[in-house]
């Protein structure tokens, strides 16, 4: 049972960071991608930043030079640092991969305070 695992939101202040985890269990049958997607309240989902298994990268343009993904390929953890945060950032923020299937994390809240 595959299983993607957040961790490290929580609230700060404008212009903090905060840096999120995203760990797996299980194998994920022909892994192309992870990343992070975001959605806030009455707001559409939408990604945030994704790598690649050969390690190429796309950003938002709303992150772009604010947030940094990154993995570690020997535990299977993708994550992303978070800088410079704005109150518009606010949302929960889901782990993402995908393969053979897709598979979503549970969610960690990312609030923002101005």
């Known amino acids: 049972q595959v299983r993607l695992v957040e961790s490290g939101g929580g609230l700060v202040q404008a212009g903090g960071s905060l840096r999120l985890s995203c760990a797996t269990s299980?194998?994920?049958?022909?892994?192309?991608?992870m990343g992070w997607y975001r959605q806030a309240p009455g707001k559409q989902r939408e990604l945030v930043a994704a790598?690649?298994?050969?390690?190429?990268?796309n950003y938002a343009d709303s992150v772009k030079g604010r947030f940094t993904i990154s993995r570690d390929n020997a535990k299977i953890t993708v994550y992303l640092q978070m800088n410079s945060l704005k109150p518009e950032d606010t949302a929960v923020y889901y782990c993402h991969a995908e393969g053979a299937f897709v598979y979503w994390g549970q969610g960690t809240q990312v609030t923002v305070s101005s």
């Open positions: 790598i690649t298994t050969g390690g190429f990268t």
């Open positions: 299980g194998s994920i049958f022909r892994l192309q991608a």
